[in-house]
């Protein structure tokens, strides 16, 4: 069904090379991306007298900018990755007890819900990391909070409409407990719809990480990521444009190529339209 859709298969090739770079990057390039050369310093991409780590270019401290893109990819997904699941763990396990419970435990959660909706999400970052250490554990904790309540009234109005089904009141007859009522037939419903907002919400939680680095507030030197790396390129974009450029470019791909899974996925998960991959794969195979 992937190979259906080729700008969605090519989003994912391009994802997994993504995740490589993020697992292997600094075992393998740390060392290389962090020395200083002044001698490349704002070197031009494209030469290679210097060595195909210098493809893209030096950066303001003589550092191949290709190895530090690549040595970057870990910090920067795995601050998305543990926002998002941190978030989605979160927001589902109390949007499945806002549904399934009683009406005052289920307002008691969506007035929480409510609050953390009642602050701009950026500006709330902002505060907040302001006052504790930017660090990779605060920046997860901090963006996961935020996207809390985005699953929290997802799942909750997934439920209020799935525990009505005719296979859950049956089960209820049968005398099925609460919790396996709740992960044995209402979860695996609504976790498609899960998994299309979290592949979603990766590309925002990624841009709002790489706007907190751009801003000064986020991952600071000597860690990197992707955002940080277009904050310390900004000052030399009228003669080093690729300082920025480069790293910018990488979020933007990643972020289309989330939003390309993304819309295979809606598809490929939902029952009544999974038939179109299916047939396209057919005739292309």
Do not use: C
Request: hydrophobic share 55%.
């Amino acid at each position: 069904m992937l190979w259906a859709d080729k700008f969605a298969f090519a989003a994912a090739l391009f994802l997994m090379l993504m995740l490589l770079f993020a697992i292997f990057g600094p075992a393998l390039l740390d060392g290389v991306a962090s020395k200083q050369n002044l001698r490349a310093r704002n070197a031009a991409p494209f030469t290679v007298e210097r060595g195909f780590l210098y493809l893209l270019g030096g950066d303001a401290l003589g550092r191949p900018l290709l190895a530090r893109i690549i040595v970057a990819a870990q910090n920067t997904l795995t601050i998305a990755a543990g926002a998002v699941a941190a978030s989605m763990v979160i927001g589902s396990t109390l949007g499945l007890i806002a549904g399934y419970a009683g009406k005052t435990t289920g307002e008691v959660i969506m007035r929480l819900a409510d609050v953390i909706m009642s602050f701009p999400s950026l500006l709330l970052a902002v505060i907040v990391l302001y006052m504790l250490e930017p660090s990779i554990g605060n920046l997860v904790l901090v963006l996961a909070i935020t996207r809390i309540p985005i699953y929290l009234r997802t799942t909750r109005a997934e439920v209020l409409e799935v525990r009505e089904r005719m296979f859950v009141q049956a089960a209820q007859v049968m005398g099925a407990s609460t919790s396996r009522i709740i992960f044995r037939h209402i979860l695996p419903v609504i976790l498609p719809t899960l998994l299309t907002i979290a592949t979603l919400d990766f590309a925002f939680v990624m841009l709002a990480e790489s706007a907190l680095s751009f801003l000064g507030i986020g991952i600071q030197p000597p860690e990197v990521t992707w955002g940080l790396m277009v904050s310390q390129g900004r000052q030399y974009l009228t003669n080093a444009w690729w300082l920025a450029f480069w790293p910018g470019l990488m979020i933007i791909l990643t972020t289309m190529s989330l939003n390309l899974l993304s819309g295979w996925m809606r598809v490929a998960l939902n029952p009544t339209q999974r038939w179109r991959l299916e047939l396209g794969g057919k005739r292309n195979g």
